[in-house]
């Protein structure tokens, strides 16, 4: 059993748990991420780290409630256990100094990137940083990327708060030369970013969380096709060349269990299902 240190509504439906972890806390890199099971019967939910701190022996990492287990994730408070946390799993994030190097972020992953541009930075690169959200209600840590980024740039979809999608980003790569793109975020995004750097030939990496289960390697539900050969994410990845991964059948295979997933989250609503023994 994993305790709940601290809950904080970073925006709304997008908590962050800081979790007493200290095992995977000793461990963890940025990049990597956790496999967790809320109870005994409960599904798996791959959850990218955000933060750890070896000394408290923590772990933090953020979700935002889309589904029915990550709504059951949000009402858990402090004090309350979670049943199982596996990692860290996946690769670590390959940090050096690159030179000039432009972070993408997107939705909850903004939480994952924060950790990114502080690796980053810390390794001597100029970093530009982009955070993006749907509307202004959902973006977050936008002091602690001001902080952290040489340079900072905000994008809404509808355009509330800063620019209005990343079409901006056409000018900015035409008038700058960055030596490596981070993104992070939903695959449209992660696809559109990658369109817009590869003309410019800028080595592009992507941070992929596809429908996963063992979160090791073995049930290859997780696969992805890159440079037309298959990965499994969370072995392989969760990183990969941007440029070479095959998006269109990354989304498919994503909204795969959609209707499944509604259906569930639904027959919780209306009072519970025989599914995870409630």
Known sequence: MYEILRVEELAPKIKLFEVYAPE????????????????????RVPLTITGYDPEKGSITFVFNEVGKTTRQLGLLKEGDSIWNITGPLGNPSEIKNFGKVLCVAGGVM???????V?????????VVTVMGARIKELLFFKEEL?????????????????????DFLKDVLASERFDRCVAMGPVP????????TKPYKIPTVVTLMPIMVDGMGMCGVCRVSVGGQMKFGCVDGPEFDGH????????????MFLPEERLSALLWELGGCECDGK
């Open 189 to 196: 995004m992660l696809q559109r970013v990658c369109e817009l």
């Open 110 to 116: 903004i939480a994952p990137m924060l950790l990114q």
């Open 146 to 166: 001001k902080a952290l980024s040489h340079r900072l740039y905000v994008a809404t979809d509808d355009g509330s708060e800063g620019y209005k999608g990343l």
């Open 118 to 126: 502080k690796a980053l930075r810390e390794a001597g690169n100029t």
């Open 24 to 43: 995977i806390a000793e461990k963890a890199r940025p990049g990597q991420f956790i496999i967790v099971i809320i109870n005994e019967r409960g599904e």
């Open 244 to 255: 070479l991964v095959d998006f269109d059948q990354l989304i498919k295979r994503q909204r």
